[in-house]
């Protein structure tokens, strides 16, 4: 049975930073690729960022230059160190790995609520 177990999130006021853990089992985790999406309030869900198996990360736009993803393989976890939040940064964070090879699906984490205050 594979589980995404996310932690670390909270209430923090604008400028602040956070640090998002995703501990994964059931599933080979350095061969799957990792990502963290997220669903603000009335929003879709979209990627903030993604880190490959060979350990390359990509980022969506809003969050260049202040999110930084990694992955502990030894640990199965991947990891959102979010720095200089906004607002606009607040939601529900999830955690999502895709396996390789890949089936035509992924797994989901339940989610961890970032607020960000102004």
């Known amino acids: 049975q594979v589980q995404l177990v996310e932690s670390g999130g909270g209430l923090v006021q604008a400028g602040g930073s956070l640090r998002l853990s995703c501990a994964t089992s059931g599933t080979t985790f350095s061969t799957n690729a990792m990502a963290w999406y997220r669903q603000g309030p009335g929003k879709q869900r979209e990627l903030v960022a993604g880190?490959?198996?060979?350990?390359?990360?990509n980022y969506a736009d809003s969050v260049k230059g202040r999110f930084t993803i990694s992955r502990d393989n030894a640990k199965n976890t991947v990891y959102l160190q979010m720095n200089s939040l906004k607002p606009e940064d607040t939601g529900v964070y999830y955690c999502n790995a895709r396996p390789w090879p890949w089936a035509g699906f992924d797994y989901w984490g339940q989610g961890t609520q970032v607020t960000v205050s102004s």
């Open positions: 880190i490959s198996r060979g350990g390359i990360p």
